[in-house]
C-alpha cells in the first residue's frame, strides 16, 4: 500500500528555522503527522509552540527568512522544495486555508461574489457568468441568507461570523482535499462559533475533506476534532484520539493545559446555587448609564445600536456585560468611556454628568478611567517602547509630573502585571501575545484609576496565557479597589471574573443580576441559547449535545 497516498497530508520529521538578524531560531523540530480524508486532525499548544508553522508548511506559506527540512505531501504532492507554480495549482485546488481574521483574507473593496467567482475561474474552465453562479451557490452552501443579494456586498457590509463564511467558501469553491483552518472561531462569539462548526463539520463529512484545525480551544477541539496532536515548543508532545488526549492526558503539558480552561458551571434540576453577594444599591456608583440610546446615521438609514439601557457598575466591583456580536455590549461600553455619545439618557462618572462635562473637567472624568482594548498590537504603538506606550497616560494627564517620576511610575506599573523592568525598552512587537496584553493593562493602570474598562481583553489569548491575565487583573483589583467593567463573549471567563453580569441582545439589557445566578439559572430564551453554545472541552458532553440538538431540531 502508498501510505503517502492514504493520507491527505502526511508530514514526516518536519523542522522549520527562521534565520533572524541574531542568528537561526528553530520553530518546528522534528514533527511527523497525519491527516486522513474525511477525518479533522486538532493542532494544540500555547503560542510560540510552532502550530501555525507547521499549517503553514502544510500549505507551502512559509516566509522568505524559513528554512524546512523533511517532507510535506499533499495527496501525493511534495511541498518542502517544490516550486511557486506548482504550490499555486495546489493551493485553493487540492488544499485550501481559513484564517483566523477573514478581513484579511477579503478585499475590502471587492464586492464578495466576484472574489469568490475569482477563486473559481483560477482552477476551472468556466465563463464569468458560470463563476458567478457558482459564487451564489457557494454563498448559498455556506448559509448566508439571500444569497443572490449578498454577492454584491462588500466585505465590511457582513458582520464577522458572515465574513468567516465567504472565507469558508473561498476556501470550498473547488472541493479540496484538504482545509487547513488557523484559528477560524477565535474572533467569534460563541453562537455564531458553534455555527461555523456545525458548517465545517458537515462539509467535512459531505466531501470527505480532511481538515487540520489549528487552535488553543479545547472546547472546539473536544467538538470537531477526531484526532488531537499537542506541542510544545516546536514538538508534538502528545497525541491520540480525542478522548484519549482530552479526558485522559498523559503528558504534563497537556495536563496543565486542560487544567486552565475556564468551564461554564450550569446548574442542574434541583440544584440548589448560592446568591453572589450583591453590594447595597446605596453606594454611588462609579459609571451609570440611565436609559442610554444610541443611533448611527441619520434619517431612514440610521440603526439603533442602543436602545433604553440602563446599568451601573459600584466600586470595586466587576460588571460583566455578554452577548453576541451587534448586542451592543461594546457600544455599550464606549459611551460609559465618553467615546460614543448618546442619542438620549444620560451617562454619570465618577459622580459627574460626562454628557455635559467640557474642557478641563471631562478630562479629569477621563483620567479616572484605564482601558484594555482586545487587541494590543492595534493598541499599542510599534514605534514606540514599551516604556513610551505605558507612560503615554502620565504626558496626557500629567503634564507637569517631572521625567524621573514618570520612568517610576511605569516602572511600578509594569511590576504590577508581573512584568520585568528590562522589557522597557523593547519594542511591543518583540513581546508575546500574553506579555502585550500585560503592557496594555500597565498602560491602563498607570494612572492609578477608579474604573477598568476592559473589551474582551482576552478571547485572542492562549487559556494559561488568558488565565494569567485575569489572575493578575483580578489581584490588582483586590490591591487597588477600581471598578471593572468586562466586555466579552466568554461566557466560562465572565462567571469566573465577575460578581455581576448583565446580559445584551439587540441594543438591548436582556437580563441582568448576579453572575452565578443568572448563568446557573438564566430567565430568559436567548441567555439559555448562550450558554447551550459554549463548547466544553469533553468529546463525550460535546457529542451528546450534538446529538441533542438533532432531535430537538427533527422533533
Given at each position: 500500500?502508498?501510505?503517502?497516498?492514504?493520507?491527505?497530508?502526511?508530514?514526516?520529521?518536519?523542522?522549520?528555522?527562521?534565520?533572524?538578524?541574531?542568528?537561526?531560531?528553530p520553530?518546528?523540530?522534528?514533527?511527523?503527522?497525519?491527516?486522513?480524508?474525511?477525518e479533522?486532525?486538532?493542532?494544540?499548544?500555547?503560542?510560540?509552540?510552532?502550530?501555525?508553522?507547521?499549517?503553514?508548511?502544510?500549505?507551502?506559506?512559509?516566509p522568505?527568512?524559513?528554512?524546512?527540512?523533511?517532507r510535506?505531501?499533499?495527496?501525493?504532492?511534495?511541498?518542502?522544495?517544490?516550486?511557486?507554480?506548482?504550490?499555486?495549482?495546489?493551493?485553493?485546488?487540492?488544499?485550501?486555508?481559513?484564517f483566523?481574521?477573514?478581513?484579511?483574507?477579503?478585499d475590502p473593496?471587492?464586492?464578495i461574489?466576484?472574489?469568490?467567482a475569482?477563486?473559481?475561474r483560477?482552477?476551472?474552465?468556466?465563463s464569468r457568468?458560470?463563476?458567478?453562479?457558482a459564487?451564489?451557490?457557494?454563498?448559498?452552501?455556506?448559509?448566508?441568507?439571500?444569497?443572490e443579494?449578498?454577492?454584491?456586498?462588500?466585505?465590511?457590509?457582513?458582520?464577522?461570523?458572515?465574513?468567516q463564511?465567504?472565507?469558508?467558501?473561498?476556501?470550498?469553491?473547488?472541493?479540496?482535499?484538504?482545509?487547513?483552518?488557523?484559528?477560524?472561531?477565535?474572533?467569534?462569539?460563541?453562537?455564531?462559533?458553534?455555527?461555523?462548526?456545525?458548517?465545517?463539520?458537515?462539509?467535512?463529512?459531505?466531501?470527505?475533506?480532511?481538515?487540520?484545525?489549528?487552535?488553543?480551544?479545547m472546547?472546539?477541539v473536544?467538538?470537531?476534532a477526531?484526532?488531537?496532536?499537542?506541542?510544545?515548543?516546536?514538538e508534538?508532545?502528545?497525541?491520540?484520539?480525542?478522548?484519549?488526549?482530552?479526558?485522559?492526558?498523559?503528558?504534563?503539558?497537556?495536563?496543565?493545559?486542560?487544567?486552565?480552561?475556564?468551564?461554564l458551571?450550569?446548574?442542574?434540576?434541583?440544584?440548589?446555587?448560592?446568591?453572589?453577594?450583591?453590594?447595597?444599591?446605596?453606594?454611588?456608583?462609579?459609571?451609570?448609564?440611565?436609559?442610554?440610546?444610541?443611533d448611527?446615521g441619520?434619517?431612514?438609514?440610521?440603526?439603533r445600536?442602543?436602545?433604553?439601557?440602563?446599568?451601573?457598575?459600584?466600586?470595586?466591583?466587576?460588571?460583566g456585560?455578554?452577548g453576541?456580536?451587534?448586542?451592543?455590549?461594546?457600544?455599550?461600553?464606549?459611551?460609559?468611556?465618553?467615546?460614543?455619545?448618546?442619542?438620549?439618557?444620560?451617562?454619570?462618572?465618577?459622580?459627574?454628568?460626562?454628557?455635559r462635562?467640557r474642557?478641563?473637567?471631562?478630562?479629569?472624568?477621563?483620567?479616572?478611567?484605564?482601558?484594555?482594548?482586545?487587541?494590543?498590537?492595534?493598541?499599542?504603538?510599534?514605534?514606540?517602547?514599551?516604556a513610551?506606550?505605558?507612560?503615554?497616560?502620565l504626558?496626557?494627564h500629567?503634564?507637569?509630573?517631572?521625567?524621573?517620576?514618570r520612568?517610576?511610575r511605569?516602572?511600578?506599573?509594569?511590576?504590577?502585571?508581573?512584568?520585568?523592568?528590562?522589557?522597557?525598552?523593547?519594542g511591543p512587537?518583540?513581546?508575546?501575545?500574553?506579555?502585550?496584553?500585560r503592557v496594555?493593562?500597565?498602560?491602563a493602570l498607570?494612572?492609578?484609576?477608579?474604573?477598568?474598562?476592559?473589551?474582551?481583553?482576552?478571547?485572542a489569548?492562549?487559556?494559561?496565557?488568558q488565565?494569567?491575565?485575569?489572575?493578575?487583573?483580578?489581584?490588582?483589583?483586590?490591591?487597588?479597589?477600581?471598578?471593572?467593567?468586562?466586555?466579552?463573549?466568554?461566557?466560562?471567563?465572565?462567571?469566573?471574573?465577575?460578581?455581576?453580569?448583565?446580559?445584551?441582545?439587540?441594543?438591548?439589557?436582556?437580563?441582568?443580576?448576579?453572575?452565578?445566578?443568572?448563568?446557573?439559572?438564566?430567565?430568559?430564551?436567548y441567555t439559555?441559547?448562550?450558554?447551550?453554545?459554549?463548547?466544553?472541552?469533553?468529546?463525550?458532553?460535546q457529542?451528546g449535545?450534538?446529538?441533542?440538538?438533532?432531535?430537538?431540531?427533527?422533533?
Amino acid at each position: 500500500m502508498n501510505t503517502l497516498r492514504t493520507n491527505i497530508l502526511r508530514i514526516e520529521d518536519l523542522g522549520v528555522t527562521f534565520a533572524t538578524e541574531s542568528g537561526d531560531v528553530p520553530a518546528v523540530r522534528g514533527v511527523s503527522l497525519h491527516v486522513r480524508p474525511g477525518e479533522t486532525l486538532a493542532l494544540v499548544g500555547e503560542s510560540g509552540s510552532g502550530k501555525s508553522t507547521v499549517a503553514l508548511a502544510a500549505m507551502g506559506l512559509l516566509p522568505g527568512n524559513a528554512r524546512a527540512s523533511g517532507r510535506v505531501t499533499v495527496d501525493g504532492t511534495e511541498i518542502v522544495g517544490a516550486g511557486e507554480a506548482e504550490l499555486a495549482r495546489l493551493r485553493g485546488r487540492t488544499a485550501s486555508m481559513v484564517f483566523q481574521e477573514p478581513a484579511t483574507a477579503l478585499d475590502p473593496l471587492t464586492r464578495i461574489g466576484r472574489q469568490i467567482a475569482e477563486v473559481v475561474r483560477n482552477h476551472r474552465p468556466v465563463s464569468r457568468a458560470e463563476a458567478a453562479r457558482a459564487a451564489v451557490d457557494l454563498l448559498r452552501r455556506v448559509g448566508i441568507p439571500d444569497p443572490e443579494r449578498r454577492a454584491s456586498a462588500f466585505p465590511f457590509q457582513l458582520s464577522g461570523g458572515q465574513r468567516q463564511r465567504v472565507v469558508i467558501a473561498m476556501a470550498i469553491a473547488n472541493s479540496p482535499g484538504l482545509l487547513v483552518a488557523d484559528e477560524p472561531t477565535t474572533a467569534l462569539d460563541v453562537t455564531v462559533q458553534a455555527e461555523i462548526l456545525d458548517l465545517l463539520r458537515g462539509l467535512a463529512a459531505d466531501s470527505d475533506t480532511g481538515v487540520l484545525l489549528v487552535t488553543h480551544n479545547m472546547g472546539v477541539v473536544a467538538d470537531f476534532a477526531d484526532r488531537v496532536a499537542v506541542m510544545l515548543r516546536g514538538e508534538v508532545v502528545e497525541t491520540g484520539s480525542v478522548e484519549e488526549v482530552l479526558l485522559r492526558p498523559t503528558h504534563e503539558y497537556t495536563q496543565r493545559l486542560l487544567a486552565a480552561v475556564p468551564r461554564l458551571r450550569v446548574s442542574g434540576a434541583g440544584t440548589p446555587v448560592a446568591e453572589s453577594a450583591e453590594q447595597a444599591p446605596a453606594v454611588p456608583a462609579v459609571v451609570e448609564l440611565r436609559d442610554v440610546s444610541v443611533d448611527f446615521g441619520r434619517g431612514r438609514g440610521a440603526v439603533r445600536a442602543l436602545d433604553g439601557v440602563s446599568l451601573a457598575v459600584r466600586p470595586g466591583e466587576t460588571v460583566g456585560l455578554v452577548g453576541e456580536s451587534g448586542s451592543g455590549k461594546s457600544t455599550a461600553a464606549r459611551v460609559a468611556l465618553g467615546l460614543v455619545a448618546p442619542s438620549a439618557g444620560s451617562v454619570s462618572l465618577f459622580g459627574g454628568d460626562l454628557g455635559r462635562a467640557r474642557g478641563r473637567a471631562r478630562r479629569a472624568l477621563l483620567a479616572g478611567v484605564g482601558v484594555v482594548l482586545q487587541d494590543p498590537v492595534a493598541s499599542l504603538d510599534a514605534r514606540m517602547s514599551v516604556a513610551e506606550c505605558v507612560a503615554e497616560p502620565l504626558r496626557t494627564h500629567r503634564r507637569g509630573m517631572p521625567a524621573a517620576e514618570r520612568r517610576e511610575r511605569v516602572a511600578e506599573a509594569l511590576e504590577l502585571v508581573r512584568l520585568s523592568r528590562e522589557l522597557a525598552g523593547r519594542g511591543p512587537r518583540e513581546l508575546s501575545g500574553g506579555q502585550r496584553q500585560r503592557v496594555s493593562l500597565a498602560r491602563a493602570l498607570v494612572l492609578r484609576p477608579r474604573l477598568l474598562v476592559a473589551d474582551e481583553p482576552t478571547s485572542a489569548l492562549d487559556v494559561s496565557v488568558q488565565r494569567t491575565v485575569l489572575e493578575v487583573i483580578a489581584e490588582l483589583q483586590r490591591e487597588l479597589g477600581f471598578a471593572c467593567l468586562f466586555v466579552s463573549h466568554d461566557l466560562a471567563v465572565v462567571q469566573e471574573f465577575a460578581r455581576r453580569v448583565v446580559v445584551m441582545r439587540a441594543g438591548r439589557v436582556e437580563e441582568e443580576g448576579p453572575t452565578l445566578t443568572t448563568l446557573s439559572r438564566p430567565e430568559t430564551e436567548y441567555t439559555r441559547r448562550l450558554i447551550a453554545a459554549v463548547p466544553v472541552p469533553d468529546p463525550v458532553v460535546q457529542r451528546g449535545r450534538r446529538a441533542a440538538g438533532r432531535t430537538g431540531a427533527t422533533a
